[in-house]
């Protein structure tokens, strides 16, 4: 792929996709009575609604990209084999070209990479330092009585910064945690691209040097987790400007010499189901390796079906054409553009996997403890059928006294999967969002009915405090009289 080929849009920035429709999923949108009955069921959380009843699913992309002709068609010649399959040699060697790096696990997804990486490094009370934590690694190592500190810039947690790579690390405060916790405590420093929690905000190469480097001089093993490289590797390739001229390949190869371990969730890199770890180092591998059969299974599949190691390999490939990887962030800033346009506080600049809404401005009446970011996914639900994740306070876990733990943003997160969705779907969102943007002073908090005291994000059940939903549905049903 050339280089200098990004012509994959209009004039006007709208995004073309490059690839025809040739399967497709149908969905249909409940009528507004039907979604009010259906979200009281569940709960008031988004986790709880069985599929059939979402219209468009914009919860995660893990596990729901739309895969290529070619990964099917890889799938075919899947080689079962228990021992020494051919599936698991060639997805070894395309990881080997794409990386640069010899030593491959697969495993079945990306927090079993977690789970493996957290049971060979860490011990009671050792710190890992990242850039910004996802909720899998931190429960990992706190399970293992470790701790982790985020180490992310000031600008990615103020969500209408333009900062270009608000997934940054801040060296100036790497420094001062080693200086503080002493370097025999960090068990490892972990760079995670495109930084799922802040805003799908990227990581600079530049960046990923000096960390490299810090971590060298110091010697503390450097973790990548690449689950979220495709969107990184495009802005690193639009906003950072020695890259600009670079081919994705050349990219990926000089970024994987800097860590010592990169993993990833293949649920998300490389468009299908799996994960796995690759290193160039001989001794780390073996390690590793030892806990394969424990938790995963044989090394060679490491839980991992062999057709999804057929289309992993493909979909790892794709990682290397810009058209494909343009995909989600085009389309996150038409959604993105959209939103702004009708004064919604979106987080910008406009990152990778999806529009992440800023809550806490959106909904400024409601109060932290009454989750608004909870509030407004159930809303948007109610305005039409569109399912997005919580990412605020509500996926917390409370501190042992009880009190809540307030993270620093308070986001809803409207993934985009690979694919998936067409240029209406995102219009269709912008004014069902706008909508309610517009009768924002309708919705109200929320509270638990039942709460338990873990992963209450996935399980716990909520109900509205006084009944806005219900003034919410009548003002719907007066805004667009007969409509869904
Ligand atoms: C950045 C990041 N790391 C790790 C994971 C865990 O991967 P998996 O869901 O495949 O276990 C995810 C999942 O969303 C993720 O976004």
Redesign the pocket.
Known sequence: MDADNIKFFSGKRIPIETHRVRMVHRATLPSPNERARIIRAAGYNGYLLAARDVFLDML?D?GVNAMDVQQYAAMLRADDSYAGSESFFRLRRTIEEVFGLPYFLPTH????C?NIITNTFIGPKNIVLTNYH?T??KAHVARLGGQIENMIIDEAFTPQSDYPFKGNFDLQKLTSAVEMFGRDRIAFVRI?CGT?FVGGQPVALENMREVSRFCRGNCIPLIM?A??LSDNLYFIKTRESECRDKLLAGIIRELATLPDLIYF?G??FGCAHG?GMVTGDEKLYEKLRELLPLYEGFWMHGGMPAREMEAMAVGIEQTLILDVVAQVPLFVEFLGKLLVEAGIPVVRPFGGLGCYIDAMQFLDHVPREQYPAGALAAAIYLAGGIRCAEMGVLSQQRNADGSEIFPPLELVRLSIPKRVFTLSHMKFIADRFCWLFSNRHLIGGLEFIEEPTVQRSYFGKLRPIENWPNLLMAQFSRDMPGGI
């Open positions: 995660t893990s997804q990306g927090r079993a977690e996802f899998t690694i995670e799922n987790d689950s979220l969730s649920r998300k994960g």
